[in-house]
Each structure stands twice: as C-alpha cells, then as structure tokens.
C-alpha cells in the first residue's frame, strides 16, 4: 500500500520554463509535508515543507501547494535552472502521531535543459 | 557544521559476511532513522530511534538485521549474514523531536557478491 505516490517517473523542462512536480497522498493522518532534494551519490537534501494547515508554502524558487480535499500537493520551481536537475522526494509525515517518520514517494527525476 | 556523518561510503562484502554500518547523527538532535534505497522498493524507513530508543523498526526486513543506538551520538546497523538481496544505498537521517525536517547523511552504498 503506497501512502504517498509520485506518478511521474521524470519531467524535462527548458531552462527559465516552470517546473512542476507532483504528489498524491492516500492517508488524512499526514500532518506535514517535505520536499527533498537528491542528486546522484549524495543524500537526499531538504528543500522546503508545508503543513496541513496551510495551502502554500513559499521559499524563494520554490513553492509547495497543498491541496488537502484532493490529497494532493505540487512543487513549483520558477525560473527553473539547469543545477535543478536532480531526483525530486516528496515525503509525509504523521508528526504527532508516528513520530516524525517519513514516507516517501518514488521520486521524480527533473532535466532541466539549457 | 558537521552534518550526519556515515561511514563506510562504500562497503563491497561476499555473501555469508557480516556487514556494520555506522550513523553519527548531528549534535542535538533525538531523534534517528535508518533508511534503505533500492531501485524496486524506493526510499524505505527501516527503523528509528527517539533519545536512543527504538521506537519502530517495523520496516527491518527479517532478524538479519539488527539496529543499536547506544549513545545520542552512535547507532550502528548490521547485517549478519548477509545476502545478495541486500545491496543497496542505506541512509541515516536525524531530527529534533517534535519537528518534521530530516536532516541525511551521504549513504553508504553496499553490495554483497
């Protein structure tokens, strides 16, 4: 049973072009919400989060929507550059509930192109 | 600012050998999760620990598996024996407790011949 799923294996997108990357949640427990970041032989990177009680969370670039009713919360990255190319993680978390632990979508590879 | 240190980086073992991995999580924080990636499975949450007790390893895959964490700055996860099945990047990450950000450290990448 995938909780969270990202159904977009990869996205290409033209440098300055805006990118968005999406995710669907199956569990109203989620309390909170994070996007990661991973490039190849590293660790995932935090990017930006967003909780429930909110529907937008805005750092620089990067924009995360959340829409509680569908399930479902977006990054938006504007003006998209070619160093964002990297896997994209959303992630769930239950924080009051199951201690803070994250499940992952499968990840979405981004290509932005020069 | 040291983040989440791990090491080894790379770890190639043969089958049958018992393999340790080793977490230190950043200063401060009490909460730690080990994570495995695979190609099939994605990112998976093995076990964690908050104040250096386990708290949920529900995602350890059988009793070849086991987790310590016997300090705030120290856990280790072993494999005895290991198997083939087994290769694959594991993660570390640590929080503060009653925040949701997770901080990860480089992986360490294991392949068992």
């Known amino acids: 049973d995938q909780q969270v799923k990202q159904n977009s294996p990869s996205l290409s997108v033209q440098e300055g072009r805006i990118s968005i990357l999406n995710c669907d949640y199956t569990n109203s427990m989620f309390d909170y919400f994070l996007w990661y970041k991973k490039y190849p032989a590293e660790g995932p990177t935090f990017l930006i989060s967003i909780s429930s009680i909110k529907d937008k969370n805005e750092d620089g670039r990067f924009t995360v929507f959340l829409n509680k009713s569908a399930k479902h919360l977006s990054l938006h990255i504007v003006p998209s550059q070619p160093g964002d190319s990297a896997v994209y993680f959303c992630a769930a978390s239950a924080l009051y509930n199951q201690g803070g632990k994250l499940i992952f979508g499968q990840g979405t590879e981004l290509s932005v192109k020069p | 600012d040291a983040g989440v240190i791990q090491s080894p980086r790379h770890e190639v073992t043969e089958m049958g050998q018992e393999v340790t991995l080793r977490c230190k999580p950043i200063?401060?924080?009490?909460?730690l999760f080990w994570y495995r990636q695979t190609m099939m499975r994605g990112l998976e949450l093995l076990i964690y620990?908050?104040?250096?007790?386990?708290?949920?390893d529900s995602g350890m895959p059988e009793d070849r598996f086991s987790a310590k964490m016997p300090n705030a700055s120290f856990s280790t996860l072993k494999i005895q024996p290991s198997e083939p099945r087994d290769s694959a990047v594991y993660f570390c990450?640590?929080?503060?407790?009653?925040?949701?950000?997770?901080?990860f450290g480089p992986g360490t990448r294991l392949t068992v011949l």
């Open positions: 620990f908050n104040n250096n007790v386990p708290i949920d």
């Open positions: 200063s401060g924080h009490n909460s």
């Open positions: 990450a640590s929080k503060t407790s009653g925040l949701a950000t997770q901080y």
